[in-house]
């Protein structure tokens, strides 16, 4: 819960970060540089050391193939809370996906919460802050009161050609 918390919060402050995100390209571009450099060095790790039914964890830059087989498994395993709606193609041809969340029985008919992430190819933080979330939601029971209300539309990355 704590968590969730914090990677919302962590969420807000990275939207917050994109409003100011021109000013700060103009100064320390080249210091945002090294740090993705650097992270990219995880770009292909292995990850099959995790106990996770899926290849992914958030300590690593992952592949859209990753994300987008988290959210299938996720469609398959949990097909009374999660629905994953394909709702078209991206320039390049690429299937964009919006994963629904809801206990209700009739989902669709209750007040609904919009998260999203991977708009711009650079933001490496936002399809991990949108994927965090999901995993909390779906799969940690403690955090099942959040669903109560409210159903969640969560679209991890927005742009996945990364233009
Ligand atoms: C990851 O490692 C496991 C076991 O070492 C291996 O079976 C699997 O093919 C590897 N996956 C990739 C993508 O390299
Ligand atoms: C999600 O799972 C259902 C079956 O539970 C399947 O019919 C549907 O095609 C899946 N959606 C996607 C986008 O894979």
């Not at 299937?95 to 609904?112: D, F, H």
């Not at 939601?137 to 050609?161: C, F, G, Q, R, T």
């Amino acid at each position: 819960m704590m968590s969730l918390l914090f990677a919302i919060a962590l969420g807000c402050v990275f939207i917050t970060s994109q409003i100011v995100a021109k000013e700060s390209e103009l100064v320390s571009y080249s210091g945002f540089q090294t740090v993705i450099d650097n992270q990219n060095t995880n770009t292909n790790k292995n990850t099959s050391d995790t106990k996770a039914a899926y290849n992914l964890d958030w300590t690593s830059y992952h592949r859209l193939s990753n994300i987008y087989a988290f959210l299938t498994y996720l469609n398959t395993t949990y097909p009374r809370l999660v629905q994953l709606i394909n709702i078209g193609s991206s320039y390049e041809k690429r299937p964009l996906y919006v994963i629904r969340i809801s206990s209700s029985p009739s989902p669709g008919t209750r007040p609904a919460i919009w998260i999203d992430g991977g708009f711009h190819a650079r933001e490496w933080i936002s399809p991990a802050v949108a994927t965090y979330i999901i995993q909390q939601l779906v799969e940690v029971p403690a955090n099942a009161k959040l669903l109560s209300n409210v159903d969640w539309y969560i679209m991890p990355v927005v742009n996945p050609d990364g233009l």
